[in-house]
Every structure is written in C-alpha cells, then in structure tokens.
C-alpha cells in the first residue's frame, strides 16, 4: 500500500494540491456540493466587490469634501494679536517654508446682509484678488462674475450661492451689511450699515455657500477701522495635515506678536467624523465578506462527508493525516482564492466606473440622485491600500475558514468509514 502511495507522490507532486484541486468539483451524483461550493465563490466574490465599491466612494466623497470646504477656509493662518501692517514680510517668510504653496492676506468682518426685508448672518472676508486665487478655490467655482471685480472703493461684494438665493439676490443688486458695532451719530447711536453690489456668486456646493462673502480687503480695512493693516495671512499648503506644525514653524521664526491658527481647531471634527463613519462603514462590510468566507466552512464539512470513503481508501494507501488535512485546506483556499480575485477585479472595475454609471442612471431616470448632497454627481476615489486590505482580509478570513473541516476530514477512521461501504 505504501509503494502505491509512493507511486501516486511520485506521479503528481505534491498530491495535496492535485487531489485538492480534484475536489473542488463534487461527484456527479451529488450536483448540491458544487452549488454550495459555487455560492461560496459568488458570496465572497460579492462581499469584496461592494467593500471596494462603498470605501472607494467615501473616499471621493472625504476628498470633495476636503477640497471644497478646506479650499475656502484657510488652511493655516498666521494672526497678529493686533491687526498689522506688515503683512508682505509675513506672506514673504511663510513662502520660504518648503511646505508652504502661498500665502494671501485677510480681514475678518462679521454682519448681517438685508435685503427686501430679508435679513441673513454672514462671516465677511476681505481679500486681495490677485493673492486670494493663489490660496482658494473661488475663481474655479464662480458660477456669475469675478473674483477681480473685488476692486479698492468699489464696494462690491461676492457672495455664496445659497446665500444669494436666501436673500433674493443676483448680480448687480444692491444689498446692505450691517456691522455690530454701534456709531454715534447726532442722531443718536445707531448700527452702522454700507450698501454694497453683488458682483459675483459662487457655490462650492458645502455648508460654505451660505455662510460666507468676500469684499476687497482696503474697503474691509475702513468698514473695520483699520486702514492700511490686515488680521492675519492665510496659507495654502502641500500637505493639510502639517499645518498645525509648519504654521507655528512660521510664527517662531516671525519677530512680532503672532500666533498661528489651523483647519483642525475649525473644521477638525468634521473630518474626525468622516474618517469614524468611514471605519465603521469597512468594519461593518467586512463582516458581510466574514459571513460569505465562513461559508466554506459549511461547503467543506459536506465535501468531507461526501468524500468519506475517498479519504479512508487514501489513508489505507498510506496518506498520512496532514496529507488529508492539506488536500482540503487546498480546496478550501481555492474557492477563497477564486472569490477573492474575482471580487477584486470586479470591485476595481466598478469603483472606477461608478461615477459614470450613476450620470448614466441620472440620465435615464431623468432625476438628478444627487441634487441634495454638496456635489452633484457620486464621487469615486480608488486607492491601493484599500484593495490591499480588503483583498488580504477576505483571503485571510477564507484560509482560516478551511481548517476545521480540515481536521476534521484528518480525523476520518478507515476502517469507520469503508464498514458500510
């Protein structure tokens, strides 16, 4: 017996995997086996594919939101305790930092806008046009007018897309800010108010379009009292999560009273969130790819059954128990194998093409899916370490999977299982 085992090892090395890779289909007799087997491959091969497909669009909807709302607000601002003048110097030294895109100055007004009766909070930002373009993404989201209309005593004003629809506005309206703070007048004191143009709208598609406006930055320097000085410098940067550490790198090597101010004390926790509810998203997913891995458990466990007289006749011929125990961790592995790939690619596939898919579904319904959220198609952004993840876990969960039915085929007693055969 053993020298007709030998001679089987002889003909097929090493005959683990040849007789693994034989059982992966069942007898004739019993179709049932090969159909468990087969939904095992379609489970994981599912399971994969939506991981990738639903991870790769957090991704874009986390990178949309990043560039829209950390393109509008400063990244990373130098801020004097008192509003300064010397704000060319700061702009000069703060681009000298290798980490440091450019750098633009700022005033900060907040107010209300009246218009018609309606009345709407609004956080104001005086700017230089010519700077501003080089640290925001405002010129490349004007929906009507320019960024370069912000010219010195013309009071005109750009303002976010909501906003403007708030208030009834378009371009060439007039529209009136009123300051918080009082004037005293031989009237009496009284809020102070300026009448302004709208000469431009735009719409980032965020929280942002309603909240914000943008005038030149010498008629916020009179509305604020401070001709000819500026609140700080902001600053566009390689690299978003350096900016709490280049910022104050700039600020101790600044003579002056300055301190530094970053996205992550404004908005940190908005992108904290995203990045949770992303974990838990790929947590939860996963367990959908552990549900379809294990199931091989239950694929392998009838294999075993069906192949009882099998095993016993190979153990007669001399096949030791870790021969047996490796020919269905064979086959196991190769329906996670087979699922695994399969759902990768077809997972890689679809992330890449989903955006497409869902203008193309937009189309066909004639309705726009996506008219609610901040941008108006689904975003999609496939990055590598993600497959890498998901593809190992799934591999991992499906080898992991095989090793009880396994030992359990190990285990088959020879002479038990031929006694009714």
């Given amino acids: ?49 939506v ?57 900060q007004l907040q107010g209300m806008l009246t218009h018609h009766g309606t009345v709407s909070g609004v956080f104001l930002t005086g700017v230089e046009p010519s700077f501003e373009k080089k640290v925001s993404i405002i010129a490349s989201h004007m929906e009507a007018g320019s960024v370069d209309d912000l010219t010195p005593g013309s009071f005109n004003m750009v303002l976010g897309a909501a906003l403007a629809s708030s208030l009834g506005l378009a371009v060439g309206d007039k529209v009136t800010l009123v300051l918080p703070e009082a004037s005293v007048t031989p009237a009496g004191v009284l809020p102070r108010f300026k009448r302004f143009t709208v000469s431009g709208v735009f719409k980032v598609g965020a929280e942002l379009d309603g909240l914000m406006a943008y005038i030149n930055i010498e008629d916020a320097a009179k509305l604020g009292k401070i001709k000819g000085r500026v609140h700080g410098v902001r600053l566009s940067l390689d690299d978003l999560f350096k900016a709490g550490r280049v910022s104050w790198d700039i600020v101790s090597s600044l003579p002056g009273q300055y301190y530094a101010r970053d996205w992550t004390s404004t908005h940190g926790n908005l992108f904290q969130a995203i990045k949770l509810e992303k974990t838990m998203m790929a947590l939860l997913l996963l367990l959908i790819v552990a549900v379809a891995a294990f199931n091989i458990v239950s694929s392998l466990v009838m294999v075993v059954t069906d192949k009882t007289s099998d095993i016993a006749i190979l153990r007669t011929l001399g096949a030791s128990p870790k021969t047996i125990m490796s020919i269905f961790m064979v086959q196991g592995t190769f329906i996670g194998l087979m699922g695994t790939f399969i759902g990768t690619s077809l997972g890689v596939f679809l992330a890449l093409n ?36 998901v593809s190992a876990s799934a591999f991992m969960m499906s080898f992991l999977a095989t090793i009880y039915p396994a030992m359990r085929a190990s285990k088959v007693q020879p002479a038990e299982a031929l006694r009714y055969d």
Avoid: C
């Avoid at 090493?14 to 049932?32: C, D, E, I, M, Q």
């Avoid at 689904?378 to 590598?384: A, G, H, M, Q, W």
């Fill in 51 to 107: 991981l990738i497909v639903v991870l790769s669009v957090m991704n874009g909807f986390d990178r949309e939101l990043q560039q829209r709302i950390l393109g509008m607000v400063p990244q990373a601002s130098i801020v004097g305790y008192q509003p300064f003048a010397e704000w060319e110097e700061v702009v000069s030294t703060a681009e000298k930092h290798d980490d440091v895109v450019a750098g633009a100055p700022f005033i």
């Fill in 1 to 49: 017996m053993n020298g007709l085992y030998g001679l089987m090892r002889a003909m097929f090395k090493p005959v683990s995997l040849y007789v693994g890779l034989r059982y992966t289909k069942a007898k004739r007799r019993n179709h049932f086996i090969s159909f468990i087997s087969l939904t095992s491959i379609l489970g994981l091969t599912l399971g994969v594919a």
């Fill in 354 to 389: 989903i955006s497409d898919f869902a203008g193309w579904l937009e189309r066909v319904l004639d309705t726009p899916l996506f008219a609610q959220y901040f941008v108006n198609y689904l975003p999609s952004e496939l990055r590598v370490d993600n497959v890498i993840f």
